[in-house]
């Protein structure tokens, strides 16, 4: 246990449907980040969150939509995905104080599939 | 962008070392870091290298080389459960983390 919570775990949709992921952090930190994780590639960070803004969104399709209502919680909004968006979809938190070993903790992931 | 290369797979035998390389190539640098992530499961994190040099907690060590672009996790005394995927990743100058694409190591009895 890390102390980042995701549900649901596993997650079946069809590309007409709405859905959402969340993610609950139990650290007290003040930075949360999405991240997309496919088969054999690199993990590729989608959005980040610090001090409830959104500071980073990197390219991400319009079908992906953040919310993060407070410091602990953050929601994945999924809507008419694509089959290639099946992923495992990480969420992570940390403290970010401007320097330091800040590491991130990682939840268990949500294991996407889009048919 | 960023650039990181880490080899695919390693394979050794119970009880041995091996050594898991990472080259990077990135705009400015803020530090670079180890995880673990077993199948199924969450990255942890395994150890932090900002400054040149050697940082050793137990069985596992990681070296930095900024000038070369270069760092290595040691894994001593290979156990089986150390079988796992390791991810290098390096901190850039805006403090975002950009991750390798993992090293599955394989350990054997």
């Known amino acids: 246990e890390t102390g980042v919570t995701q549900t649901p775990r596993h997650l079946v949709m069809g590309m007409t449907n709405k859905k959402s992921l969340k993610c609950e952090q139990h650290l007290g930190h003040n930075a949360m980040y999405w991240y997309k994780q496919s088969a054999k590639k690199p993990l590729e960070l989608m959005f980040v969150?610090?001090?409830?803004?959104?500071?980073e969104n990197n390219s991400v399709p319009s079908r992906f939509s953040p919310e993060c209502p407070n410091s602990s919680h953050l929601f994945l909004h999924l809507h008419t995905l694509q089959p290639e968006d099946s992923a495992l979809y990480l969420c992570?938190?940390?403290?970010?104080?401007?320097?330091?070993?800040?590491?991130?903790?990682f939840g268990p992931g949500t294991r996407l599939t889009v048919t | 962008g960023q650039n990181i290369d880490q080899p695919t797979e390693m394979t050794a035998t119970e009880g041995a070392i091996v050594q898991i390389n990472c080259t990077y190539q990135?705009?400015?640098?803020?530090?670079l870091f180890w995880y673990q992530q077993h199948a199924g499961e969450a990255p942890t994190f395994l150890s932090y290298n900002v400054l040149d040099g050697l940082e050793e907690k137990g069985r596992f060590s990681s070296f930095l080389s900024r000038s070369k672009g270069y760092s290595y996790l040691l894994l001593k005394e290979l156990q089986m459960k150390d079988s796992a995927s390791y991810l290098c990743?390096?901190?850039?100058?805006?403090?975002?983390?950009?991750f390798g694409a993992g090293t599955t190591v394989t350990v054997r009895a």
């Open positions: 990135t705009s400015g640098f803020n530090g």
């Open positions: 990743a390096v901190r850039d100058s805006d403090y975002k983390l950009s």
């Open positions: 969150y610090s001090l409830e803004e959104r500071v």
């Open positions: 992570a938190s940390s403290q970010d104080e401007g320097g330091g070993a800040y590491e991130q903790y």
